[in-house]
């Protein structure tokens, strides 16, 4: 059953991926929109615009359509090759700096939020120098073939979010390569993430220390990656935003990686991922103080 469900899923892939990015678009801001249909997910984006102060800003519609044409989009990304999604990049901004440090042999970490279809910012990553990125396996694992296909192309490498992921990015950043990981993700303590808890939006969030860690102990740049849908699907934008060295309180650092995560959204805050719930908590990770 398991197969037969990865096939299928695939050839929705391939299907999808032979459509122009309009088309895709298009269905997924429909299937999108069908999401406000259920009132706790209605409830959800309007609380979550609201805490962050996007709430005169961004509507339901907005926030639903953009959520289903990431899923969409990205699911279409997984099949389409590489020329294609390269040619989809109109515009990137900020990576003469990234170019330095990579060619002074100095690690980079890539943080990118869950923003539009923001997996392209790590293919166009892959096609520039060599990338490690942390893979968590799907719910359904009938969908990790079409998903590891899809990402593990040109220089990109995923590792499993575990300790043996956390070494092999250790050593890709000690080789001077450079990492990717999605610093808007609820770290779990049960599976080795370790995290403290830090305002997000004026809300305590309990947020990633790894990042902090890696860049104290490697020496690595630390760069947020905004990604944008352009206007009437014609493709992307990508920004790369080189962050200032972390304080060394773990509690201050962690609200300065947060705040980085803010302005990327302020960048296109229509296009985030607003059903994701940031405030939600794994077992381990205790009570906010």
Not at 8 to 22: C, D, F, K, N, V
Not at 78 to 92: E, G, I, M, Q, S
Not at 186 to 199: F, H, L, N, S, T
Not at 241 to 262: C, I, K, Q, R
């Amino acid at each position: 059953m398991s197969t037969f469900l990865s096939r299928i899923a695939s050839a929705l892939a391939g299907w999808l991926a032979r459509r122009p990015l309009a088309t895709q678009s298009r269905i997924g801001g429909a299937l999108g929109r069908l999401m406000l249909l259920s009132g706790g997910m209605r409830n959800r984006l309007r609380t979550y615009l609201a805490q962050a102060g996007y709430g005169d800003q961004v509507t339901l519609t907005q926030a639903a359509a953009g959520i289903g044409r990431m899923a969409v989009e990205t699911a279409g990304l997984w099949r389409t090759p590489d020329a294609v999604v390269l040619a989809r990049l109109k515009v990137v901004d900020g990576w003469d700096a990234v170019l330095a440090a990579h060619e002074a042999k100095r690690g980079v970490i890539f943080l990118t939020p869950h923003m539009a279809t923001f997996e392209i910012a790590s293919l166009f990553i892959g096609s520039q120098m060599p990338l490690t990125v942390m893979f968590r396996p799907p719910r359904v694992a009938w969908a990790e073939p079409m998903m590891r296909a899809g990402r593990d192309r040109m220089q990109i490498k995923s590792e499993p979010a575990e300790m043996s992921g956390i070494r092999a990015m250790l050593k890709a950043l000690r080789r001077g390569d450079a990492i990717g990981l999605l610093p808007d993700q609820v770290p779990d303590p049960g599976k080795g993430g370790e995290g403290v808890w830090a305002p997000f939006f004026g809300r305590p969030a309990y947020t990633m220390t790894l990042v902090q860690k890696l860049a104290k102990t490697t020496g690595a740049l630390v760069v947020m990656v905004g990604c944008v849908r352009l206007r009437d699907a014609a493709g992307y934008r990508i920004v790369f935003t080189p962050l200032a060295p972390f304080s060394d309180d773990v509690v201050t650092a962690a609200g300065e990686l947060n705040a980085a995560v803010e302005a990327a959204i302020a960048i296109a805050p229509e296009q985030f991922l607003w059903s994701y719930n940031r405030y939600k908590a794994h077992a381990g990770a205790g009570a906010p103080s």
